[in-house]
């Protein structure tokens, strides 16, 4: 019994600080991402082209997401994006999957927190097409 909680003892003590060191990593990444000066074409154009614009095209529904089509759909819809008032953007009450008038999107299940989270830090720093 005691030569193997020696050994047992140990590793575990060593994997819980493992976890919790790549927990923190990930927590520090995804805080960093957020931040500041997130870009249109780097950071929410991926995320429009992966999650949306697989329904979002001419051939299925407005606004087109596509890339290169997808900056004027959505600025050009004035209730949909507020630059600078994320809380007050229809498109952000959709994403939380919060709509009024029940148009979450996408329709089956909610992109991931950071998505959002990039989203609406896009929006407050003035929803620039950069
Ligand atoms: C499975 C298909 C599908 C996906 C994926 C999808 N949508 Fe939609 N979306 C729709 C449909 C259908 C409508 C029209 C709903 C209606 O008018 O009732 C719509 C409507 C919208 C509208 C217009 C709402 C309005 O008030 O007119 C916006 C903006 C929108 N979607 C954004 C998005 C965004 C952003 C994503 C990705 C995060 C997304 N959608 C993903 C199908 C989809």
């Not at 957020?34 to 429009?48: C, E, G, H, R, Y």
Request: aromatic residues 6%; hydrophobic residues 40%.
């Amino acid at each position: 019994m005691k030569p193997s909680t020696k050994i047992i003892l140990p590793s575990a003590l060593a994997l819980g600080f493992l976890l919790t060191a790549c927990d923190n990593d990930k927590f520090a990444e995804e805080l960093r991402v957020v931040k500041d000066n997130v870009s249109f074409a780097l950071d929410i154009q991926p995320i429009l082209s992966g999650q949306c614009a697989g329904c979002h095209n001419p051939a299925n529904v407005n606004p087109d997401l596509r890339k290169g089509f997808a900056y004027s759909s959505l600025t050009e819809d004035e209730e949909g994006i507020i630059p600078g008032d994320s809380e007050g953007s229809e498109l952000m009450e959709m994403l939380e999957w919060n709509s009024a008038d029940g148009n979450n999107m996408p329709p089956a299940t909610p992109i991931s927190p950071l998505q959002i989270g990039l989203i609406k830090k896009w929006i407050d720093e003035g929803a620039q097409n950069n």
